[in-house]
């Protein structure tokens, strides 16, 4: 019986609170807020997708002749520098001895 009691005065509270809550809330304020919140959120979600859209274009390895050729070429470029430092070298220590 005391916990009926309780639960009919936790409910009465309950009541009295929610109806304060109702007076106090501005529905307009509150569907505008929510109309604003919606919208921002989707174009978050848009944002979001154009963003990972891009970073997985930037992922994609590009396939073209052109740029493997020129790196190609600045390889072998190199490497040739490089050997005749090489000779140069292997000259030099030559001539000494």
């Known amino acids: 019986m005391v916990t009926m009691d309780q639960m009919a005065n936790v409910m009465s509270g ?19 807020s929510m109309k ?10 848009l ?10 274009m930037a992922e994609d390895e590009v396939d073209d002749t052109d740029v493997d050729n020129l790196i190609a070429g600045m390889e ?5 520098k490089k050997n005749r430092q090489v000779e140069a070298e292997m000259e030099a220590e030559d001539e000494q001895l």
Not at 19 to 31: D, H, L, T, V, Y
Not at 76 to 80: A, D, L, P
């Open 76 to 80: 072998t470029e190199i490497k040739n």
């Open 14 to 32: 309950m009541a009295k609170i929610m109806g304060s809550a109702k007076n106090k809330i501005n529905i307009e304020q509150f569907q505008n």
């Open 47 to 56: 944002m979001n997708e154009m963003i990972q859209d891009s970073m997985e």
């Open 36 to 45: 604003t919140y919606s919208t921002e959120k989707e174009r978050m979600q």
